[in-house]
C-alpha cells in the first residue's frame, strides 16, 4: 500500500508559476515511477509528466513540454511538478500518481493515486 498526498495548487495568474508536491508514505519501496495527471472538467485524465524513482528518466505530454518540470527528492519520497508559464487551458484537478508497474506511460499502469489539488489559471 501506498499513500500520496498532493499539495501546491491554488490560484495563479497566466504566466505565472506553481510548483506541486507529492509526498509518498507506506511501502514506497515498491513504486517503480511516479506521474502527474491531470483532468479539466469533462475531460478525460490525462499524463502530464512522469519520472522513474531510481533512474529519473522523465516524460512529458507534448502540451507541457518546455513549460512543467518533473523532479524527485528520494530522499524525502517526493516528487515535484515545477509549472512555470501557466496558461488558462492549464487548470485542471492534478493528480499524484505511482506505479509498481516496469510500463509507466499510461494511467492505467498506475497503481495509486492521491486526491487530486485544484490548479486554476486566471487570465
Known amino acids: 500500500q501506498v499513500q500520496l498526498v498532493e499539495s501546491g495548487g491554488g490560484l495563479v495568474q497566466a504566466g505565472g508559476s506553481l510548483r506541486l508536491s507529492c509526498a509518498a508514505s507506506?511501502?514506497?519501496?515498491?513504486?517503480?515511477?511516479m506521474g502527474w495527471f491531470r483532468q479539466a472538467p469533462g475531460k478525460e485524465r490525462d499524463i502530464v509528466a512522469a519520472?522513474?524513482?531510481?533512474?529519473?528518466?522523465?516524460y512529458y505530454a507534448d502540451s507541457v513540454k518546455g513549460r512543467f518540470t518533473i523532479s524527485r527528492d528520494n530522499a524525502k519520497n517526493t516528487v515535484y511538478l515545477q509549472m512555470n508559464s501557466l496558461e488558462s487551458e492549464d487548470t485542471a484537478v492534478y493528480y499524484c500518481?505511482?506505479?509498481?508497474?516496469?510500463?509507466?506511460?499510461?494511467?492505467?499502469?498506475?497503481?495509486?493515486w492521491g486526491q487530486g489539488t485544484q490548479v486554476t489559471v486566471s487570465s
Open positions: 500518481a505511482a506505479t509498481t508497474a516496469i510500463r509507466w506511460y499510461r494511467g492505467m499502469d498506475y497503481n495509486y
Open positions: 507506506g511501502r514506497t519501496f515498491v513504486v517503480y515511477a
Open positions: 519520472i522513474t524513482w531510481s533512474g529519473g528518466v522523465t
